[in-house]
């Protein structure tokens, strides 16, 4: 099946400070990708959908300049946290949708902790 | 809001099969019923997903009833990889900017 990877797995950071999430397509080109984010024994929330070549479309109650999301390529976005605070302090999960069947596939998940 | 309802939490003992199910009593003509799961601490697998009739692949079988108001997902043998969050969705196939609403979902937890 289709696989999607994110790096890195678990990161930490300090207050103030920015983060960059990749995730990645592997075998296949996805011109969208979705942003989720979970909080403990919470479900996933839907942050923005990544475009391909365009900017994202963020959900409400997102705030686009502290997410910042960049798909420059058919295999690659990015998801930027900017000015951390402990309360981004969450689980980022990225998925990316197949051209050929519009299935989502889900990356594994970043772990962010903002000390 | 998700259109779908599961029960929080079930119980199965392992090498026993677990119905888990799932109510979409407003799901549209168009809509699909899929299935994801959620180990601790890893991102969702996708399960299976059917419109009207029933379906089986390795992992599962979905089961929707006849006025496509419910479905079941049968995990024939659970075995103790199968604990993890289940996740009933309904959307609609076809496009790629179709969200996944996610639910609460339910926590099937595999006894040995």
């Known amino acids: 099946g289709a696989v999607v990877s994110q790096h890195p797995s678990r990161v930490i950071c300090k207050s103030g400070t920015s983060v960059k999430i990749e995730c990645r397509s592997l075998d296949f080109q996805a011109t969208t990708m979705f942003w989720y984010r979970q909080f403990p024994k919470k479900s996933l929330m839907l942050m923005a959908t990544?475009?391909?070549?365009?900017?994202?479309?963020?959900e409400q109650g997102v705030e686009k300049d502290k997410f910042l999301i960049n798909h420059a390529s058919l295999t690659l976005s990015t998801l930027t946290v900017t000015s951390a605070h402990p309360e981004d302090s969450s689980f980022y999960i990225c998925?990316?949708?197949?051209?050929?069947?519009?299935?989502?596939?889900f990356g594994p998940g970043t772990r962010l902790t903002v000390t | 809001d998700a259109k779908t309802t599961q029960p929080p939490s079930m119980d199965c003992a392992e090498g026993r099969a677990a119905n888990l199910p799932c109510n979409h009593s407003?799901?549209?003509?168009?809509?699909?019923v899929y299935w994801y799961r959620q180990i601790h601490s890893q991102g969702p697998q996708y399960i299976i997903h059917?419109?009207?009739n029933n379906e089986t692949n390795e992992m599962a079988s979905l089961i929707i009833t006849e006025d496509r108001k419910s479905s079941t997902l049968i995990l024939p043998h659970a075995t103790l990889r199968d604990t993890a969050v289940y996740y009933c969705i309904v959307r609609p196939l076809g496009g790629s900017n179709y969200k996944l609403t996610f639910g609460k979902g339910t926590l099937l937890t595999v006894n040995p």
């Open positions: 990544s475009n391909e070549g365009s900017k994202a479309t963020y």
């Open positions: 407003t799901i549209s003509g168009n809509e699909y």
């Open positions: 059917g419109l009207k």
């Open positions: 998925s990316a949708v197949a051209p050929s069947s519009y299935e989502q596939y």
